[in-house]
């Protein structure tokens, strides 16, 4: 039995969204039809309205509510270290480890000849354009530790360097309560490499 | 960091699908908000237009794109036999099964006392109206096979067989691939009461 359009084209919209295929995007879809209207307009209207009503920082493209993001309005951030991010989640991870008093750079993706992403589409010139106005000394990359994530890290390093800033890299090694046994080869070959006096 | 409210609706909105937390409905909300405007739209458009253009079968209750569903509509259907679901979904599910030939009656729910849902609540009274004008014979409940799918499929033999209708229940027992090691047992047990010859 085929499903109605409309109801198909829920489907559609949902099976996009990440990890979600036409069988779980099915089941949104009918449990969204047996909701109240109320509800279902309300999640209408709150995707309808995300784009106009989302702002990026101007300065490090964070998510904000006015021109400047809450980290770059807050005065008590050193201004002289800024940690590189892919997107606004890793940037909110960064924050709740409550580690970095730093401000933020939000590429908003990362280097991926696979993808067709260059550096042209990465938010790069605009981490340039701070460093100077902004006294930049330190730049520390938190791209994941994947392959794309490290290439843009290479990258960022050969551009800021040449400009008289240190440009630092998160560290790769066993995570908290990792157990050695199973760890994949290449974290524990990285750990060993970069292992540290106690 | 707290998100901007825009996006803290949408999470809460996606929060509420089956099986999505806040931290699904997050990465859903953050993807959402990294697409195109189109699809945004798309999506916010094909939500609210969801309750008003899809509509259910006079009959049987079934999705339907006019007044009665494909099924009802289809003249070689067998009208004497009725196959009782819980949901649109089961009834989706029976018909790729292929093995059913008459019409249906999706009941939107079943009896459960724990979230306040008695015979009223479904679509029983409907059923009893169909079964003299369309000649029904024989029921069959295929609900499912859980404590309130089986005091539903008791509720409706009470209700069906003082009318004069047959009333059978889908069969339970070992599933096809399923190994007898692995099964549980009081599916076993049924299997094993429910024996018949070969």
Redesign the interface.
């Known amino acids: 039995?085929?499903?109605?359009?409309?109801?198909e084209?829920?489907v559609?919209?949902?099976a996009?969204?990440?990890?979600v295929g036409e069988k779980?995007a099915?089941?949104?879809?009918?449990?969204?039809?047996g909701?109240s209207?109320t509800?279902?307009?309300?999640?209408?209207?709150?995707?309808?309205?995300?784009?106009s009503?989302?702002?990026h920082c101007e300065r490090c493209h964070?998510?904000?509510?006015g021109p400047l993001c809450?980290?770059c309005n807050d005065s008590t951030r050193d201004p002289r270290r800024v940690c590189v991010t892919e997107?606004?989640?890793d940037?909110?991870a960064i924050?709740?480890a409550g580690e970095f008093d730093g401000r933020y750079h939000v590429l908003h993706g990362v280097l991926s000849p696979v993808k067709g992403i260059g550096p042209d589409q990465l938010r790069i010139d605009t981490l340039i354009k701070r460093l100077e106005p902004e006294g930049i000394e330190e730049v520390i990359v938190a791209t994941n530790v994947d392959v794309e994530g490290e290439a843009t890290a290479l990258l960022l390093q050969r551009l800021l360097e040449k400009r008289g800033v240190t440009v630092t890299r998160i560290a790769t090694g066993v995570p908290m309560g990792g157990e050695l046994e199973y760890l994949d080869q290449v974290t524990l070959a990285r750990a060993l490499r970069d292992r540290r006096p106690i």
């Open positions: 039995m085929k499903l109605p359009p409309a109801l084209r829920v559609a919209s949902l996009r969204l990440p990890g779980t099915t089941r949104f879809a009918f449990h969204i039809l909701q209207d509800w279902t307009s309300e999640l209408a209207h709150a995707v309808g309205e995300l784009h009503a989302v702002q964070n998510l904000s509510e809450v980290v997107g606004i989640q940037l909110i924050e709740r």
